[in-house]
């Protein structure tokens, strides 16, 4: 018996005809299908004591590294890393490594997430604009950091799974499919933009859907490695840039990119 379901023995006065047998046969499999995946989705998504202790390790291991924005740390110690891992995987999903997702892209390292969420010095209600949704991990953070965030992921697949997973844990961004190397500009301008793959250098496009005072904040140089660029809009037309940190992501591809 599935637990939780109660099944009651049904008395029918007069025999049942072929297509109403048939009617009933099918609506049992779908039940049944329903409740073993209403199962195994209550299952997947358990955070209990093991997985929020191993959230506490990382956190105190970011500190040692250097992150030291107290709000993004406890962002990345509320977030359940786990559930964007198959449970086979969820014993690497606290360790400070990017782990591949499918289709050539990584849930980014932790590390990497808390470091550029500090840069964006993010403050409650601000409009923000992540490239490359991916797992949706990034989006977490930024969302427990008080962000309106408006996200695109330019790979189908990963977009349609991350459409529904993240709402059903509660995390409720504006989604797209499309070319983030061109940004969203009909919902422009934005307080804050981050880029989340490894660019060839910093597209126009992206500078000009900032708000003056915004920042923006995207790895770029080759397929191998890139810098770290931080751009803060001035005025309308002046922009300050500073390079900082390497690191290595997967490419954003694109019009404005790879």
């Known amino acids: 018996m599935i637990e939780g379901w109660v099944f009651k023995k049904q008395q029918f006065v007069k025999p049942l005809s072929h297509s109403l047998k048939q009617l009933v046969f099918l609506k049992a499999i779908i039940c049944g299908f329903k409740a073993v995946f209403l199962n195994s989705m209550a299952y997947k998504f358990v955070d209990n004591y093991r997985e929020r202790g191993a959230r506490k390790k990382l956190v105190e291991h970011l500190k040692s590294r250097g992150i030291a ?66 797992s949706g991990y990034q989006t977490c953070i930024l969302m427990e950091l008080g962000a309106d965030v408006y996200t695109i992921e330019r790979q189908e697949s990963i977009y349609n799974h991350t459409l529904k997973v993240l709402p059903g844990m509660g995390y409720n961004a504006t989604f797209f499919f499309g070319d983030g190397s061109k940004g969203i500009a009909q919902h422009a301008p934005y307080h804050k933009i981050i880029v989340t793959a490894g660019a060839p250098f910093v597209p126009e496009i992206l500078l000009k859907q900032l708000k003056i005072g915004g920042i923006l904040v995207i790895p770029v140089g080759n397929e191998h490695s890139q810098t770290m660029v931080t751009v803060i809009r001035v005025s309308d037309t002046e922009y300050e840039k500073f390079e900082l940190d390497t690191f290595r992501f997967v490419p954003l591809v694109g019009d404005q990119a790879w």
């Open 69 to 134: 924005d107290q709000r993004v740390l406890n962002a990345i110690g509320k977030v359940p890393r786990h559930f964007f891992f198959d449970e086979t995987f969820w014993t690497q999903a606290y360790k400070d490594i990017a782990f591949p997702i499918g289709d050539g892209q990584t849930i980014s390292q932790p590390y990497t997430v808390a470091y550029q969420s500090e840069l964006l010095h993010i403050k409650k209600g601000d409009k923000v604009l992540e490239i490359g949704t991916g």
